[in-house]
């Protein structure tokens, strides 16, 4: 069989996208259809989720930072952000909170086209974004319906302590558990939830299996831009479903076959076969241009083998796997090892492991204007990047969901920019 | 001393000025530039209460100095601390200390003035504002970047603000 063929038979064999957008159309219409069939659903954020915790209580949760990046792809945050500044919000803010708030003030309908039910319970898991705190107060105000605080403290000194599971595992007993107790009618019940932290653990070893295939050269997989698609089961509401393992061993086999075939990953412009330039990404995507953002580096022959932005939602590759056998431990460690909770030298530290672990020539930086979690300090770290390793980083500006901050002349420059330097340093013989 | 000082200023005789009463929010955070506040009193507004220093409203009562201190610390700072934009403060709380703040202060309006980019005071600028509205109190907002001396433009919708009160204001 000759190449092409191979080729051809690869992207035939892409099975998972289809199951992926399934699943995540299908998790939507679970959502509309809840009140009819009478379940009750839980407003969440994805740093620190509980999913598995929820779905024990047969609840079903909504992300709001999900409804906006799907908005964001699908070209509707623009008209949601201008309502909310309607509103009276200013433009400064995090702009997954107005495409949120804007989109309730349209009339709740998500992006899919499927109306959403109103949460019956905020379960505010606060891990590294402080402006969780006032999204959550602005939804408050809008649905009054019970909120159940879970307080995650923030990791300073870079690692988990005892003391800061046996915290989280005490607000799970005395807080969380007893509010979807109340909301669901249901008792907890711990062998139902370790059943399900058992098929979390399953799906997040394929999972990472996945992202490490980037350690192979070519990369079968793109860990930025790909990468977000494998998050999004994980992320949303799949964790500990036997869908998710399905979606996670799907996605695994066809990897396996690409490095196989010595294929690149499959982009919206075809199989890339031509990678010159090995890249870790730090920072969210932007995703009301996703796809114009992808093909620049696609043009350039840039494939990003790591990113932190697949982490926000769990650092599975760092060894944390959720444990059946300590399930409230484990969901405290889960939440307490998010990238978003991590401290400044830490994320330095992951990703100096990054560059050296997947033989990166370079690192980019895509700063999003409107999330100051991610954005405060990366020029710092940036520097600290650069001295430690050696390899040189690059600097973008854009935003999450607000198209006017997505400057493609400006960024394509950057980042071409940025690919020259790479080329002269190579030509240079400059090692990466 | 300062209480010296107020009973000696309370002596002092001086012509009242013509110029508005303010309550002065959002910038809770870090201490603005002292020429910002020196721009919005040249611009008539007297700053009457302000949720500048933010560690000054974390206890608002004594903490009894009997039993554990760390225990009876955390204890004031859960149950004695003023809502601030720091805090997790649903249900209205906000916007209730902005208007017990104008009551208390015999103040005209509400100054808005919040760094920019900053999520935490800037979010619940709609929830206050409603608040507000819903007692008619007048109120103006603003950004200002904190690294910078610039306020001309501050100081014109200050003033704005100022004279708007004095002028058609009901008080």
């Known amino acids: ?432 | 001393m300062v209480r010296r000082y107020i009973e000696l200023a309370s002596q002092q005789s001086s012509p009242s000025e013509d110029r508005s009463r303010v309550v002065l929010t959002g910038t809770f955070c870090e201490q603005p530039p002292l020429a910002l506040l020196i721009t919005l009193e040249r611009a008539g507004c007297w700053i009457v209460d302000d949720d500048l220093l933010l560690g000054l409203r974390w206890f608002r009562g004594e903490i009894p100095e009997e039993g554990n201190p760390i225990e009876n610390l955390a204890q004031a700072y859960l149950t004695q601390s003023a809502a601030t934009a720091s805090c997790y403060a649903p249900d209205g709380q906000r916007g209730r200390w902005l208007v017990d703040a104008v009551r208390q202060n015999h103040a005209d309006g509400v100054i808005f003035c919040a760094p920019s980019f900053c999520d935490p005071a800037l979010l619940e600028q709609p929830m206050m504002i409603a608040a507000l509205e819903r007692e008619h109190i007048p109120h103006t907002q603003f950004k200002y970047s904190e690294d910078t001396a610039q306020f001309a433009v501050i100081r014109e919708q200050a003033g704005t603000f100022s004279d708007s009160i004095r002028l058609w204001s009901d008080a």
Request: aromatic share 10%; proline share 5%.
């Open chain 1, 1 to 432: 069989m000759n190449r092409d063929k191979l080729q051809e038979a690869a992207v035939q064999k892409e099975q998972s996208m289809v199951l992926q957008k399934q699943l995540i159309a299908g998790y939507y219409d679970s959502l509309g259809r809840a009140r009819e069939d009478g379940k009750r659903v839980v407003s969440t954020f994805v740093p620190g989720n509980l999913t598995e915790l929820l779905r024990s209580f047969g609840l079903l949760p909504i992300l709001p930072e999900i409804n906006a990046l799907q908005s964001g792809m699908r070209k509707l945050s623009a008209n949601y952000i201008a309502e909310a500044e309607k509103q009276g919000h200013s433009e400064d803010v995090c702009t997954y909170v107005k495409c949120d708030i804007g989109m309730l003030k349209s009339g709740n309908v998500g992006p899919t086209g499927v109306k959403l039910p109103n949460p019956d319970l905020l379960l505010l898991s606060y891990t590294g974004c402080f402006t969780f705190l006032k999204w959550f107060e602005l939804l408050r105000q809008e649905y009054q319906c019970p909120v159940a605080m879970l307080h995650v403290p923030y990791l300073a000194n870079g690692r988990i302590e005892p003391h800061h599971v046996a915290y989280v595992v005490q607000q799970l007993h005395s807080e969380v558990i007893p509010k979807l107790e109340q909301v669901s009618g249901r008792r907890y019940g711990e062998a139902q939830l370790s059943e399900m932290l058992a098929l979390s653990a399953q799906a997040e070893d394929d999972f990472v299996w996945v992202l490490e295939s980037a350690k192979n050269e070519p990369s079968p997989i793109d860990a930025y831009f790909g990468g977000v698609y494998y998050i999004g089961p994980i992320f949303t509401a799949f964790r500990g479903s036997s869908e998710g393992v399905e979606y996670y061993r799907m996605l695994r086999e066809e990897i396996a076959q690409r490095i196989r075939l010595g294929l690149g990953p499959v982009t919206p412009e075809g199989t890339m076969e031509r990678q010159r330039y090995r890249l870790v990404v730090e920072g969210p995507p932007n995703w009301t241009s996703f796809r114009e953002f992808w093909k620049m580096f696609y043009d350039e022959g840039a494939v990003v083998v790591a990113s932190t932005y697949t982490k926000v939602g769990g650092l599975y590759d760092r060894g944390f796997r959720h444990d059946p056998s300590r399930p409230l431990e484990s969901l405290a460690e889960y939440c307490l090892g998010c990238y978003t909770n991590l401290s400044l030298p830490a994320r330095v530290d992951l990703l100096e492991k990054y560059i050296r672990e997947y033989r990166a020539d370079g690192f980019m930086i895509n700063s999003v204007k409107s999330c100051n979690s991610f954005s405060v300090g990366q020029l710092l770290m940036l520097r600290q990047l650069e001295q430690r390793t050696g390899v040189p980083g690059g600097f973008i500006e854009s935003d999450l969901v607000d198209p006017r901050y997505f400057s493609l002349a400006n960024i394509k420059n950057r980042i071409e920019s940025y690919v020259q330097m790479l080329a002269q340093r190579r030509a240079a013989g400059v090692p990466a």
